[in-house]
């Protein structure tokens, strides 16, 4: 059940994160069909990196019952899976903040939790 929280968590964010930039693009006058596209691209290959995560955290925990090393095999399956997902959410927050900050010049909050989350993510490489 876990995966499948996941999966729709990134889901989402990258739905969110896709239609925040047509609509920066469209404040914008910038609106490209192959921009889109590269996108779209881009969001469905996060959401089956994550879902490659999971699968991995399920295969590692088969092979941990099969050697008889279950312990380490979840610990090991979980931090993986929940690093790749911990990374991707607070990628597709940053840009989702960008867009939202060049939607609304107004909004200059959101530069700074940008620059603290892109300070947090630099750390973390």
């Not at 019952?65 to 997902?85: L, R």
């Not at 990628?91 to 989350?117: D, G, H, T």
């Amino acid at each position: 059940m876990q995966y499948i929280i996941m999966i729709f968590i990134i889901t989402g964010l990258a739905v969110v994160d896709y239609l925040t930039g047509i609509i920066k693009a469209y404040c914008k006058n910038a609106i490209s069909s192959r921009n889109m596209r590269i996108g779209g691209l881009h969001k469905l290959a996060e959401i089956l990196i994550i879902i490659a995560s999971c699968g991995l955290d399920l295969g590692i925990n088969v092979l941990g019952n099969y050697y008889d090393v279950n312990e380490f095999s979840m610990i090991t399956g979980a931090v993986t899976a929940f690093c790749v997902f911990a990374y991707i959410v607070i990628m597709e927050m940053i840009s989702i903040f960008e867009n939202y900050a060049e939607i609304n010049p107004e909004a200059q909050w959101v530069l700074r939790v940008v620059k603290r989350f892109k300070n947090f993510n630099q750390k973390g490489q």
